[in-house]
């Protein structure tokens, strides 16, 4: 029996244990119906490992498994909860433009009308503006004839030179094409090749490669310059992160963002300490034992003697790497034992260190889903209430009363969702008091299912994290944007499987995070490479441009 023949039985019951006046019979309906959740649930699972198993026998048999079905084409539950939210966001205020207004007009043309067909009493009245967009692609190819002069006296040879930006084969025309293509439309290095040469330009692949991956010092910087800017810009940074693959081996991106910029780092592992690095600008890793890092001590669970032992050794001080390592090996004698404990000892003076630092921008607050890497890096944490509903939409009761209680739960919940949206339209102390409040309440639900209120639970002792843009009202209330920034890199994974070389890896970041910037930023990526790549450097950096859109944007907040 499925799930919705259960449910078909069970739905002409309308069984309630809170109408069954008699409080036996009411805790009898109320077990066994969360036994029949429970038994659904188990079945399920069962059903998925029995399933697993028949396609490995068929396998070794020399037979096909089940297909396996692309959730985009399953008949599953959503888990995005768009339809849920789309209604509760403000309207939008951006002024719609003309079209003219748009586009850069490049020539103009009269169309006139044949006078021969015109009435004696015709008067002219006006233009009718109609825009043609259109594209001309051609070559540009030059012949530059450089002067050799040779002095006898001097035995010296004397050659004009190039053109500023002029160099090697192809000028810079060709190369931030390539650029763009690779990074801006997510085309592969075949087909740019296959591009170039329909287009009557004849360059090798090992050419095109080698534009892409080398010789970029200066995009390089730039990408450091937008993440400083960007750390500088907001008190709070979004991150989430997704699979790449690096001469096969698994690696992880990840992506730091706020509304100016969105930068990317591509690294081995995803641990704390990892992205620790990446947010202290890749400078050389310190440790410092502080009070800090004895109260983080105590969150990691270490044991009162390690901790006690640690003050003893190291209260107050500064380590750098070699000394750190010098310390892990006198209290653990053993390198097979205590790992866990050498990480959490390492997390906890590293976090410290970058706290107490002042050459690099501290991050103040991290918006996040609930992955234990993101915790405890900075003073505040914001959790992302999309990935907190997405639990309650994957719940799949089968027991009628349990639906309508979910039903009318994640309606409660995204109507409060709503209210913390307008709450950036008030911003009063009384208003944030006011939803704290309504926050307690939504959470004392408790219902006749188990499972839901396990999750209410859940979502009760995150309340800090889920409401710190009551305190901070420019925190998002979603990790959205970071998640954009992850999908980007998952459509490139689909082109390029992987990188092969670490100046790849490097490049891809790089790129990608001008790239994405400058969307946000509403700069043409092209006309940013050409402008680099030619040395002209008549465009403002990206770096300078966040500081710009930033100041604008909370002047244009003091004044509203």
């Not at 396609?55 to 909860?81: A, M, R, V, W, Y």
């Not at 450089?146 to 010296?156: A, C, I, L, T």
């Not at 053109?163 to 810079?172: A, D, N």
């Not at 003697?305 to 500064?318: H, W």
Request: with cysteine; glycine share 4%; charged share 30%.
């Amino acid at each position: 029996m499925n799930s919705s023949e259960i449910t078909k039985i069970l739905e002409p019951l309308k069984i309630s244990p809170d109408d069954i006046s008699d409080k036996k019979e009411a805790e009898a309906f109320r077990i066994l119906l969360k036994i029949i959740e429970q038994l659904n649930m188990e079945v399920n699972v069962l059903k998925a490992e029995l399933q697993k198993t028949r396609d490995e026998l068929n396998t070794l048999k020399g037979e096909q498994g089940k297909p396996k079905i692309p959730i985009s084409k399953q008949k599953s539950s959503d888990f995005s909860s768009e339809k849920e939210r789309k209604s509760l966001y403000p309207p939008s205020e951006k002024k719609s433009k003309e079209k003219l207004s748009k586009i850069k007009i490049d020539f103009t043309e009269v169309c006139h009308v044949d006078k021969s067909i015109l009435p004696e009493d015709a008067i002219f009245k006006d233009y009718d503006p109609v825009v043609v967009q259109d594209i001309i692609i051609t070559t540009k190819n030059t012949l530059y004839m450089k002067e050799v002069y040779y002095s006898p006296s001097q035995h010296k040879t004397y050659t004009g030179e190039l053109p500023k930006g002029v160099e090697g084969e192809f000028g810079h025309g060709v190369k931030s094409l390539i650029i763009t293509l690779k990074h801006v439309s997510n085309v592969s290095e075949p087909k740019i090749h296959e591009f170039l040469e329909n287009m009557g330009i004849h360059i090798s692949p090992a050419t095109i490669s080698r534009i892409l991956t080398k010789n970029n010092e200066l995009f390089h910087q730039e990408k450091a310059d937008i993440f400083r800017a960007g750390l500088e810009s907001t008190i709070y940074q979004q991150i989430d992160d997704t699979g790449a693959k690096v001469k096969g081996q698994n690696h992880y991106v990840q992506i730091i963002c706020n509304p100016f910029y969105t930068a990317y780092f591509t690294i081995p592992h995803k641990d704390r300490l990892s992205i620790l690095d990446i947010l202290q600008g890749g400078k050389t890793r310190t440790y410092f034992f502080n009070d800090e890092a004895f109260t983080l001590l105590k969150y990691f669970r270490l044991s009162r003697k390690m901790i006690s032992k640690l003050r003893n050794a190291v209260f107050d001080k500064k380590l750098d790497e070699k000394q750190m390592h010098q310390l892990m090996e006198e209290i653990f004698s053993d390198p097979s034992k205590g790992i866990n404990q050498r990480t959490r000892i390492m997390e906890a003076g590293a976090i410290a260190a970058y706290h107490n630092q002042k050459e690099f921008p501290v991050v103040k607050a991290l918006l996040s889903d609930a992955a234990p890497q993101f915790k405890k890096l900075t003073e505040e944490q914001a959790l992302c209430w999309i990935h907190d509903g997405r639990d309650y939409t994957k719940l799949v009761p089968v027991v009628p009363l349990h639906k309508k209680e979910l039903e009318d739960f994640r309606s409660q919940y995204w109507n409060y969702y709503g209210k913390l949206l307008q709450f950036k339209q008030d911003l009063s102390q009384e208003n944030a008091e006011k939803l704290s409040a309504e926050f307690d309440e939504l959470v004392s639900t408790e219902t006749n299912y188990e499972a839901l209120n396990e999750l209410i639970k859940k979502t009760k002792d995150i309340k800090s994290e889920l409401l710190l843009t009551l305190k901070y009202p420019e925190i998002p209330l979603h990790n959205n944007a970071a998640e954009l920034g992850a999908r980007s890199q998952v459509r490139k994974r689909d082109v390029s499987l992987h990188t092969m070389t670490e100046e790849g890896t490097k490049a891809n970041d790089t790129f990608s995070t001008i790239v994405q910037t400058a969307k946000k930023l509403g700069v043409s990526a092209y006309e940013y490479f050409n402008d680099r790549v030619s040395k002209s450097f008549k465009m403002p950096s990206l770096a300078e441009l966040i500081g710009a859109k930033k100041s604008s944007t909370f002047s244009c907040k003091d004044n509203g």
